[in-house]
């Protein structure tokens, strides 16, 4: 199957190197990559708008069904949805949407329902509920799958994951409309998912913090024979794998429900590791994946001196905060570790999850408990969670997760769009 970037989307790249690999049947794919040309200052430029100043003619004339929720917008904030079904010649049939639902509205972990969209009278399909991928029936009135949406470049988060199971499903076309690593496309750590763990949030072995936009993953996993599709990548202009957030200018927009700024983004893939605890990852609280705890957390700040001394990049404060009713401690009023992010060069999410489990874990190995295909299955292995119970194991572990990443990042390379 080819993996192609989109042909007059090439003229935004400063260097092309074709890159062949062998798909999934007879035959040779080849793809380009590079970095972009325009000046920064001119700001990134999300796939979207690509696709329909130069590329619409890969959705002319067809029946099109769009994967995307609340974050898929042009750069004025005009929704991907009303674009295309407004653009001339182009025919949008089917709204499919994930985790959290078109709206990004829905709860981790809440079931989403099919329905119509009200503006358009376009049926949506839920892909996070009854069905991960679009069923025959779904697929009916619908000629090619183009996929919109922002994630976080984090091997936890579902979006990443839909993205790849519907490509690997359905036997129709698959256009990537490609959106920022908001936590720069250059930083990849964590280590690699374990395939005997694989789920729904982690389906192949790639690092926890991929380093790779959205058209790069799906690029690398189809490249190395994992994901077996025909894929399109419209890639965004002028983007940079150095670049954070900020530096897109591109408009927030919370990702999910409880990602609300840059420092819950770039701690997320560290502290998300206490979902598979009995403590609080804070959500119901006003900084959820900032703030951690639990009513037995008296020495709070203990705990946050100790984790200061490490010099991890991030301030670690004792606080009090009250846990909204539905969520772990609901109702009740505890005590927290909050984290502010002071250095985002130095800060290494996934040690700093590691070594708070760790020093909560030593402390108050009475009242832990773990929730243990939970956090396995956050982990991608049972490692971090016999790491943490044991002393150094921590320092044992985190070595060698550089290393697994390290490689990734060198299999994947190959892969990138964007310099």
């Known amino acids: ?6 042909r007059r989307a090439r003229a935004s790249l400063v260097t092309a190197a074709s890159v062949a690999f062998v798909g999934s049947t007879a035959g040779c794919a080849r793809a380009t990559t590079g970095s972009a040309a325009a000046s920064v200052a001119d700001g ?10 130069d590329s619409i003619h890969l959705v002319r004339g067809k029946r099109v069904g769009l994967i995307t929720n609340h974050s898929g917008r042009d750069r004025t904030g005009t929704s991907t ?3 295309l079904y407004k653009a001339p010649g182009v025919r949008l049939t089917a709204l499919f949407a994930p985790e959290h639902g078109l709206r990004g509205a829905a709860q981790a972990g809440e079931s989403v329902e099919s329905s119509v969209d009200s503006a358009t009278r376009v049926p949506i399909y839920s892909l996070y509920g009854a069905t991960q991928v679009p069923t025959p029936e779904m697929l009916a009135n619908v000629d090619v799958i183009v996929y919109d949406i922002q994630d976080v470049g984090a091997r936890v988060y579902t979006y990443e994951w839909t993205m790849a199971l519907v490509a690997d499903s359905v036997k129709k076309p698959f256009i990537v409309l490609d959106r920022p690593d ?17 789920s729904f949030i982690g389906q192949y072995p790639v690092a926890l913090r991929y380093g790779l936009t959205p058209g790069e993953l799906l690029r690398y996993l189809v490249g190395t024979g994992q994901v077996h599709a025909d894929v399109n990548v419209v890639p965004m202009k002028n983007w940079r794998r150095s670049m954070w957030w900020e530096d897109t200018g591109l408009t927030w927009r919370n990702p999910s429900p409880n990602l609300r700024d840059m420092d819950a983004t770039i701690l997320y893939t560290g502290t998300v590791f206490f979902e598979g605890t009995n403590a609080t990852e804070g959500r119901g609280t006003a900084q959820p994946f900032r703030s951690v705890g639990a009513k037995w957390l008296t020495d709070a700040g ?6 200061n001394a490490k010099g991890l990049g991030v301030r670690f ?4 905060r009250p846990v909204e009713q539905g969520f772990k401690f609901g109702g009740d009023t505890i005590p927290m570790i909050l984290m502010t992010v002071t250095d985002r060069n130095r800060v290494k999410p996934i040690e700093v999850g590691a070594h708070l489990l760790r020093e909560i874990y030593k402390r108050h190995a009475a ?13 991608g292995s049972d490692r971090l969670r016999l790491a943490v119970e ?3 194991g921590i320092e044992e572990l985190l070595p060698v997760l550089t290393k697994e990443s390290e490689e990734f990042r060198r299999q994947s390379e190959q892969y990138w769009i964007y310099k």
Do not use: N, T
């Open 81 to 83: 949805i009303d674009l």
């Open 317 to 320: 404060d004792s606080v009090s």
């Open 390 to 392: 044991r002393e150094g």
């Open 182 to 198: 908001p936590v720069r496309g250059d930083r990849v750590e964590g280590g690699v998912l374990d395939p005997k763990y694989r």
């Open 44 to 53: 990134v430029i999300p796939g979207v708008e690509v696709l329909l100043s």
């Open 302 to 307: 203990a705990i946050a001196r100790e984790l």
């Open 367 to 379: 009242e832990w408990h773990w929730r243990e295909s939970g956090i396995d299955r956050l982990f």
């Open 1 to 6: 199957m080819a993996i192609q970037i989109s």
